[in-house]
Nanobody
Framework: QVQLVESGGGLVQAGGSLRLSCAASGRTFSNYAMGWFRQAPGKEREFVAAISVSGRTTYSADSVKGRFTISRDNAKNTVYLQMNSLKPEDTAVYYC???????????????????WGQGTQVTVSS
């Protein structure tokens, strides 16, 4: 079992920045690929970014590419999502997810993740 706890959400003006953190506990963090997803009211959960177990491979959705950066610190059992140049359409609940993986492959598919956090609200005002 892996427990994931997100933090760092809040209210920010358009153009501002936030850094989300996701602290993991329970199993060997470095065995898990990590992902960030988000869900806005009335919409399906969508992929934001993912990172491989080593951190050497990352992938971001086109909608956030160049603005959001995913990273991880395996020594701290934490994955981060640095969000810059935020837009009102980035408003959503952001979730981190963990996928047991012994390869550098990362995935955008939510059902392929084994564990999820409770989410943190990000609201971007115009």
């Amino acid at each position: 079992q892996v427990q994931l706890v997100e933090s760092g959400g809040g209210l920010v003006q358009a153009g501002g920045s936030l850094r989300l953190s996701c602290a993991a506990s329970g199993r060997t963090f470095s065995n898990y690929a990590m992902g960030w997803f988000r869900q806005a009211p009335g919409k399906e959960r969508e992929f934001v970014a993912a990172i491989s177990v080593s951190g050497r491979t990352t992938y971001s959705a086109d909608s956030v590419k160049g603005r959001f950066t995913i990273s991880r610190d395996n020594a701290k059992n934490t994955v981060y999502l640095q969000m810059n140049s935020l837009k009102p359409e980035d408003t959503a609940v952001y979730y981190c997810a963990a996928r047991l993986s012994l390869s550098p492959i990362i995935t955008m598919i939510p059902t392929q993740y084994n564990y999820w956090g409770q989410g943190t609200q990000v609201t971007v005002s115009s």
